[in-house]
């Protein structure tokens, strides 16, 4: 082994010249080994200070460092991609800490509950991170009177208590600074009839991106309680919804997710509002890759810092090693806008013939 | 407890009124527990047939049941949603056996032998996954030699063997059986100049999907080889090239994307190519969920049979107790085309009002 170099299992063995299963052997199951070759890799073990066999590690130090985390399924596709990134973020903020992330799947609240349960009895979880917290949610009293573990990501939402007062620690996203900024930039641009396309009243999350715009336009002392259409998440349900505000008076667009924002470009696009070289005047949430591809400004999530904030506070609540100061049990990011120029296709026209250039 | 419920760590504590740590003490810190205590503990343990902690259980069946696989990071978001698919089939198929998978990251192949090489020393995982199999594939060399149990999803891409004498394990999709059947189609429906909207030659994948087209317009006697386009794997070089294909006389395009595809439509219908109640004679590849929210047909991979034959074979690799037929070593299942209706919008058409209905 080369100096300087961290040993490791497959290190020892081509070291040794044995098989890796020899190694393992010799650590976990040394009735199996030839005594000879025994010695020489216990040898080879002591002086290179390697680290022996989790298993056994666990029962020593009691850390498994293994996180658990449920898998959501993914509703489109398009907005499910926000869960995807998070999965993906925290794989990484994990990885960086020596964690890692073990998958899950569950039906529904129950189902994951008993998931939890039975991954703390068959595996060793030191902590759990749950998403898509919502009304009613059932997680998290389970959790908190079993003393296991665990971070939201999302708030708790119930309209009696203030969510600072949660007895446990969550991130989230304030979804109305972002909606706030993109109805800004509406009314910079000259509208004045700008509605909200967004899902039923009653889900926290839309509740809250649809806050944004409301307070932006009382703030500028226009009222268009009218202009508020709340449809299922999802492009045709966003066209058809669209359609309906533009023909009540609507002349742009903040969308509660870029799915409703795909269906509400088309739906502009159908209706013949636009004039050559107008930009569509919709707006999206969660800057999801299809907004990136079609050029579609959207309201951005600070994923990978929420990702990062969920593990501070997980990690801290298991006692480790990270001797950082103590993080906010309760942590609400700013959503900001992302402004985009369209990709000339997006409006349905051919976009200059570069090569006319000679 | 109930009678036949099964124990797990929690319902002891709570039949026990004792806390959850305090039963995990007494399997496997016992000098943390007041001997009275820990004499009612180990009795309720006895009696309910409770497994102990996974650790202890680890040294002497070895068996962590624990599976990884690196989590690639995506593309564009739209092609990545393929991946993001699989892993959720291999969660699911993983969990219904009693299997967990962990993720973890890497920034190339070599940064992916490096995790394994310390995950296999850190972490108890029986088997690994690997996605994103290509030309000169350093990856699978490194863990036959290991002997490292793993399965690939994707055959190997070697211009010189026959993937179906490789050493390992591999399950993958025929991409050309989905592209000959997009093809024959826009053939029945009248078009001659059919062209194909990929990617540079050289890419395994990309290769596979155009072979399915340019095998099929063989065979129809029509030879259209300069109706073929390589391009980067975006919406917006899609549109580019599929301007490029109309403007050398395509009619239709088969396309080895949704995102190539989205931008071919988008392309379409800026060229003015479009009659009222035309369809958009573009088909996309791995029927994404944008795809199905615009109603684009697409080329479907069937992820969740891929995601149970890796399974499959791993497991019976593992020597698990999964008495079943020994499984194939090397799998290639077909792709196949979905049809579908575009949504009205798609076409950037006003779709018929249904309020007139009265």
Known sequence: MTMGEKPTLVSLASELG?????VSNALNAPHRVNPTTLERVRKAIADSGYRPHVAGRQL????????????????????????????HALTEAGQRHGYRLTLFTADDDEGEVAAVDELLSIADIEGFVLTGTHHADTRTSWLLEHDVPFVCFGRPWSAEADPF????????????????????????????RIGFLGWPEG??????????????????????????CGVDDSVTAGARGAQELFD???TALVCASDSLALGAVAAWRAAGLADD????????????????????????????????????????????????????LHQLLPSSLVVRTPDPYLLGRRPPDQDTQA
Do not use: C, Y
């Open 18 to 22: 044995v098989s890796r299963q020899t």
């Open 60 to 87: 020593r130090t009691r850390r498994s460092r293994n996180l658990a985390m449920r898998l959501h399924s993914t509703s489109d596709g398009i907005n499910g991609s926000i869960l995807d990134r998070f999965l």
């Open 165 to 192: 007062d949660a007895p446990h620690p969550w991130v989230d996203v304030d979804g109305s600074t972002g909606t706030a900024e993109a109805t800004a930039l509406l009314l910079e641009r000259g509208h004045r």
């Open 203 to 228: 889900s926290g999350v839309g509740d809250d991106r649809r806050a944004g715009w409301r307070r932006t336009l009382h703030e500028a002392a226009l009222d268009v309680e009218e202009l508020s």
């Open 248 to 250: 009540r008076g609507a």
């Open 277 to 328: 070289g107008d930009e569509p005047p919709v707006i999206g949430f969660d800057d999801t890759p299809v907004a990136a591809a079609l050029g579609l400004s959207s309201v951005h999530q600070p994923i990978e810092a929420v990702a990062k904030h969920v593990l501070d506070v997980l990690l801290r609540r298991l006692g480790g090693d990270h001797a950082q100061a103590e993080p906010p």
